[in-house]
């Protein structure tokens, strides 16, 4: 069976088609780092999403594939020989199954070194995804098998790749919203956070259906009339009608789609204390020695440790506002290493003079920004996260601080700190003193 298909391998289009599906992916995944450099999770999501690109070239490959034997007229030739067609279908359907999952692996590998310097946290669920994919992929190049049989032209393969594409990216939003659109869409689900995830029962929807629609491409492959290709109609309806059993909807699937484990806290041993997500443990020693600093500029206020914000919007989720507690955002950049590391301390301290997010119409932002700058000891300049920090207004609140003798100073800073903690107005405070 090895030699079968190691002839196999080398007759028909598989290496060829593996070999453009690795490039075809390395490029996309190099081309667009910045998207999967959080993490594995976001490494093996990101390559989830395209399969809207990878798998309509793995149809075209089984198209081509059968339109080469077609136009070789080796279907009578292998007719000829006294063994069942399903068993002499086996070798290609081995071949071009091994040469996708081949060519999705190594691209995955290709890119993996990238992030494996800070990258700690791989969950269980990155398997599952890595696990649809490939399934996917073996899904795909069957389908191109069938279809190419049953349609053998010329044209077949390019309009396969072309359709494949459309149903992939289209498709998905004709379904209902959530879990079912999810299931039945290769594709899976977008990172809208750091601690997104496939849930466990996604993922099997997802494996039921593509094996679903693999069990109908061989049929469609296998048989001899084409008539009888309508009973491929039989595993695409099964498949299609476990999986809507399967994966969760509503508020069952927002719950699935969100990682608490890669939300939990990991924090340094000695103090002040420095806590990041599990997410981002890798990048603690960048982060760690930039908070510290940060906390010591805030020694005035009771201010002692510094946490990741693990705020999520898709489900909704806030840590807890505490006191003693700065929150600080830790964004990873296309390498995989803390980005803006420049303006990571700015950020921080803009943050612990601005209040929680729980607060209504918070307009202590300007106040923040110049509270920061002053601890910094720099003028404000620039901009963070899109808002302008050279502002009139802002250099103004600065200029008042600086005016200040130091002790006076930093009892307005504390002030602006509390009242920001409960939510207050903290535009005067600069100006008309700590009361």
Not at 44 to 55: C, D, H, I, N
Not at 300 to 324: G, I, L, N, Q, W
Not at 357 to 372: G, L
Request: glycine share 6%.
């Amino acid at each position: 069976m090895i030699r079968i298909l190691g002839i196999e391998l080398r007759r028909s289009v598989s290496v060829g088609a593996a070999l453009l599906i690795i490039a075809v992916g390395a490029i996309v995944f190099h081309a667009t780092a910045g998207r999967w450099s959080t993490g594995w999770m976001a490494l093996v999501t990101t390559q989830r999403e395209y399969l809207a690109v990878l798998s309509p070239l793995a149809m075209a490959a089984g198209a081509w594939q059968s339109y080469r034997e077609h136009r070789a007229n080796v279907a009578e030739l292998f007719a000829g020989v006294p063994r069942p067609r399903p068993q002499r279908i086996v070798p290609i359907l081995a071949a071009t199954a091994l040469a996708v999952l081949a060519a999705y692996l190594l691209t995955l590998l290709a890119t993996g070194p990238r992030i494996a310097g800070t990258a700690r946290y791989l969950p269980p669920a990155a398997y599952a995804v890595v696990a649809v994919g490939v399934l996917t992929m073996i899904a795909s190049v069957w389908l191109g098998l069938a279809v190419g049989r049953m349609v053998p032209a010329l044209a077949t393969a390019p309009a396969l790749a072309v359709a494949g594409f459309v149903l992939l990216v289209f498709a998905p939003h004709a379904l209902p919203d959530g879990g079912i659109s999810v299931a039945f869409s290769p594709m899976g689900t977008s990172m809208f956070s750091d601690y997104d995830t496939v849930g466990g029962a996604v993922s099997t929807a997802q494996a039921l259906w593509m094996a679903a629609v693999a069990l109908a491409a061989v049929v469609l492959f296998a048989v001899r009339k084409r008539v009888l290709g309508l009973t491929a109609l039989l595993p695409l309806a099964v498949g299609a009608t476990v999986t809507a059993l399967v994966v969760p909807t509503g508020a069952a699937y927002d719950r699935s789609t969100l990682d608490t484990v890669a939300q939990e806290l990991v924090c340094t041993d000695d103090a002040p204390r420095v806590c990041v997500s599990r997410a981002h443990k890798g990048l603690l020693p960048e982060v760690a020695p930039k908070a510290r600093h940060a906390l010591d500029l805030l020694s005035k206020t009771p201010v002692t440790e510094a946490h990741e914000d693990t705020t999520t919007f898709f489900p909704p989720t806030a840590p807890t506002p505490r006191s003693d507690t700065a929150l600080m955002k830790v964004s990873v950049d296309k390498r995989g290493h803390l980005a803006d590391a420049d303006e990571f301390e700015l950020s921080l301290l803009v943050g612990a003079f601005t209040g929680p997010y729980s607060c209504e119409d918070n307009q202590n932002f300007p106040v923040a920004v110049a509270t920061a700058y002053w601890l910094l000891d720099l003028k404000p300049s620039d901009s963070l996260d899109g808002f302008p920090l050279d502002d009139p207004g802002t250099v103004t609140l600065w200029k008042s601080l600086k005016k200040l003798p130091r002790a006076e100073a930093d009892a307005r800073v504390t002030a602006v700190h509390r009242a920001a903690q409960k939510c207050r107005d903290t535009n005067g405070i600069l100006t008309r003193g700590t009361r």
